[in-house]
C-alpha cells in the first residue's frame, strides 16, 4: 500500500481522528484551582466527559456518511463483557441494597464509565479508520506539545528557582507543576515527553527533539517520585538493550562484546536507582528511615492483597469503574487473601496510614474516603473483576512476545534503523506502566490505546523490512510494503 493511498483511507475520517488529537488537552486542565483554568467550574473529569462525547458525536456523523468496519472479535467480546457487567453491577447492587451502589448517584456510575469507555472507542477508531504511522504520529505529536509545556514550565519555576506559590504543594515542600497541579499526573507525563521526542529525534533527526526529550527528564525528577524515576531508568535500560544488541555485527567478538556492554549497563542501571531512591527520599523528606520505609512496602502489598479480595469476592462484576476501591476499603469486603497474609484484618487496618475500621461506607461511601488502591493496574482488576484481569494480562504478555520476537532477531544491516523506533515506543509504554503501578490519577486509557497500536503498527514495520527483503525506504508510513 502507498503513502497516497494510506492517506485516502484516513482522509474520510478526520473528524474522529481530530477528536482523538483533541484529547491531549486533557493534561492541560488542572486538578486544583490555579490562576489560568476556572478548575472549580470545570475540572478534569468534566473535561474527560466532554471530549467523549465530541469523539461519540463525530463516530457518529462519519458512521451515517461512510460507515463502519466490525471490530476484531477480540475486541468485541471485551466491549460487550464490559457493558453486560456494568449494567448486571448496577442491577445487582440495588436488588442486594448494596451500600456503596445505593448511596452513588445513578448520573455519577454512568460518568465513571467514560475513561474506561472513552479508551475503547479510541481503540476501535483506530481500527476502523486503518491508521497507519502517519496518524500515529500526529496524535503522539499533540501529546507531546502539551508535555513540553509542562517541561519548559519545570524548568522556568522549579530549576530557576522563580518565586511561584501556584507550583508547590499544599505543605509548600516540593514542586508539583502550575498546569496540572497534580505530582503524579507531572511525572508520569515527563516519561511520555522523554520517550515522545526521542521518537521524533529518530525518525527526523532534529536536535530540538533531543533537547525536548531533556526537558522531560528534568520534568520527572522535577516532582521526585520514586517510582517514575525507577519507571525512566527502566525505560532507558530497555532502550539501550536493544541499541546495544542491534549496533553490532555478527561475529563471535562482537557478540562477546555486546554482552559484557550489556552487563555494564545493567550494573549502572542499579545504581541509578538506588541514587535515585535515596536522593528522592531525602529531598521529599519522607521515609528517611528504613523502618519507616518498610512500613510504606508493607502498606503498598497490604493494597494489593485488598484488590484481591475484591476480586475473589466480586469475580464476575467487580465493583465497577471507579467504585472497586471503595469495596477494597470497605469492611464489608471479605479478607480472604489479606487475612491469609496479614492476620486480623481490623488490627491491620488500625495500624495503616489512611485505612480506618469507622464503617463509613455504610452511611456515604465517598466520604473521608480514599480515591483508589494507588495502583492503576489494580484498579482495572477491582473496577472489572476477571474481565480487567484478563486484560491487564493480554497487554503484559502481548508486549513481552513483542519484546522477545523483535529482541531475538539476528542484527542485520541496517536493521537500527527499523528496530529504534519500535524500541523507544514500545520501552515508553514499559516506563509508563510501571509509572502508573503505584498512582491514582491516571484515567487516560485513550492514550494507552493509541501507544499499544502503535507499537503493534511498528512491530509489522519491523517485520515487514526485516523478513521480506525489502529496503527500508520502501516501507510506507502504514507499516505496509507497497
Given at each position: ?5 494510506a ?20 493534561f ?16 478534569p ?10 469523539m ?22 471485551a ?17 442486594q ?22 479508551g475503547?472507542?479510541?481503540?476501535y ?7 497507519g504511522?502517519?496518524e ?47 505530582h503524579?499526573?507531572a511525572s ?41 524515576i ?35 549497563v ?18 521529599r ?44 476499603y ?30 463509613l ?7 473521608s ?45 541496517d ?5 529504534m ?18 498512582t491514582?490519577?491516571?484515567?487516560p ?20 523490512g ?5 529496503p ?11
Amino acid at each position: 500500500m502507498s503513502v497516497d493511498r494510506a492517506a485516502s483511507n484516513a482522509s474520510p475520517r478526520r473528524l474522529t481522528n481530530a477528536a482523538i488529537r483533541l484529547h491531549a488537552v486533557y493534561f492541560f486542565i488542572p486538578w486544583e484551582r490555579v490562576p489560568y483554568f476556572p478548575g472549580q467550574f470545570v475540572g478534569p473529569y468534566k473535561v474527560y466527559v466532554l471530549l467523549f462525547v465530541l469523539m461519540c458525536a463525530a463516530w457518529a456523523v462519519e458512521v451515517i456518511r461512510f460507515g463502519g468496519r466490525k471490530p476484531a472479535p477480540g475486541f468485541a467480546v471485551a466491549a460487550l463483557w464490559f457493558w453486560v457487567i456494568f449494567w448486571a453491577g448496577i442491577v445487582h447492587g440495588y436488588v442486594q441494597d448494596d451500600p456503596i451502589k445505593t448511596s452513588v448517584p445513578f448520573y455519577r456510575l454512568l460518568a465513571d464509565t467514560v475513561p474506561y469507555a472513552d479508551g475503547m472507542l479510541a481503540w476501535y477508531l483506530v481500527h476502523n479508520n486503518r491508521w497507519g504511522r502517519e496518524e500515529f504520529e500526529r496524535v503522539l505529536e499533540s501529546v507531546f506539545w502539551v508535555a513540553l509545556a509542562m517541561g519548559v514550565e519545570s524548568i522556568l519555576f522549579y530549576y530557576s528557582h522563580i518565586p511561584n506559590p501556584y507550583s508547590l504543594n499544599h505543605e509548600g515542600q516540593f514542586f508539583l507543576s502550575m498546569f496540572a497541579r497534580h505530582h503524579i499526573v507531572a511525572s508520569r507525563l515527563g516519561l511520555i515527553l522523554a520517550g515522545a521526542a526521542f521518537y521524533f529525534y529518530w525518525r527526523r533527526g532534529a536536535w530540538f527533539y533531543l533537547f525536548a526529550s531533556f526537558a522531560g527528564i528534568l520534568l520527572v525528577f522535577s516532582t521526585w517520585r520514586r517510582v517514575p524515576i525507577f519507571a525512566l531508568f527502566l525505560g532507558a535500560y530497555l532502550l539501550i538493550l536493544f541499541f546495544v544488541k542491534f549496533k553490532r555485527r555478527p561475529g563471535a567478538q562482537e557478540k562477546m562484546k555486546s554482552f559484557f556492554v550489556s552487563c555494564l549497563v545493567a550494573l549502572g542501571f542499579l545504581a541509578c536507582i538506588g541514587v535515585s531512591a535515596m536522593v528522592g527520599t531525602k529531598v521529599r523528606g519522607e521515609f528517611v528511615e528504613a523502618s519507616n520505609l518498610s512500613v510504606s512496602v508493607k502498606e503498598r502489598f497490604f493494597q494489593y492483597a485488598r484488590a484481591a479480595d475484591v476480586l475473589i469476592a466480586r469475580p464476575f462484576l467487580g465493583g465497577g469503574p471507579r467504585q472497586g476501591f471503595l469495596y477494597g476499603y470497605s469492611k464489608n469486603t471479605p479478607a480472604s487473601m489479606s487475612a491469609y497474609f496479614y492476620g486480623d484484618i481490623t488490627l491491620y487496618e488500625s495500624g495503616i496510614r489512611g485505612w480506618s475500621t469507622s464503617d463509613l461506607f455504610q452511611e456515604n461511601p465517598r466520604r473521608s474516603a480514599p480515591v483508589s488502591l494507588h495502583s492503576l493496574p489494580m484498579n482495572f482488576v477491582v473496577d472489572l473483576g476477571l474481565l480487567g484481569l484478563v486484560l491487564v494480562m493480554t497487554m503484559l504478555t502481548t508486549g513481552g512476545m513483542y519484546f522477545f520476537k523483535i529482541y531475538r532477531l539476528p542484527p542485520h544491516e541496517d536493521s537500527l534503523h527499523l528496530i529504534m523506533p519500535f524500541a523507544v515506543i514500545f520501552s515508553t509504554i514499559a516506563a509508563l506502566f510501571v509509572a502508573v503501578s503505584t498512582t491514582a490519577h491516571f484515567y487516560p486509557y485513550w492514550l494507552f490505546a493509541i501507544l499499544l497500536r502503535f507499537v503493534r503498527c511498528l512491530y509489522g514495520e519491523v517485520l515487514a523490512g526485516l523478513f521480506r527483503g525489502f529496503p527500508i525506504s520502501r516501507i510506507s508510513p502504514s507499516g505496509n510494503t507497497p
